[in-house]
């Protein structure tokens, strides 16, 4: 089974994960967007839910950034890094996801 074919339904949360809200100056650590914060911790526990297909294929992921403008900067490693799949899986398999547990996303690109 290719990552792309993994039904990821049933690993992410019914709703939105819930924001940094309230945290500000040295306790955030994520990015301002639209009044809300992407914090890395919460970017980092999506990627938790994602990367056991990433795994079973023979890759991983790492996080590198999150950018102001919602973007995702992630790292693509293992047989994922030179995986001719590649960018169907950044969009389908991390992309998509990623912007339904964490509004404020705007895309996931590898770096």
Do not use: Y
């Given at each position: 089974?290719?990552?792309v074919d993994f039904d990821m339904a049933h690993t992410l949360?019914?709703?939105p994960?819930?924001?940094n809200e309230g945290r500000t100056g040295a306790e955030s650590t994520g990015m301002e967007i639209q009044g809300r914060t992407i914090a890395r911790e919460d970017v980092e526990a999506v990627l938790?839910?994602?990367?056991?297909?990433l795994i079973a294929d023979g890759g991983n992921v790492e996080l590198v950034d999150v950018d102001i403008d919602g973007t995702v900067r992630v790292a693509m490693q293992g047989?994922?890094?030179n995986c001719p799949a590649q960018s169907a899986t950044l969009r389908v398999g991390l992309e998509e996801p990623m912007r339904k547990a964490l509004p404020g996303v705007s895309a996931v690109i590898s770096t």
């Open positions: 089974m290719g990552f949360p019914p709703r994960i819930r924001l938790d839910l994602l990367r056991p297909a047989a994922c890094s």
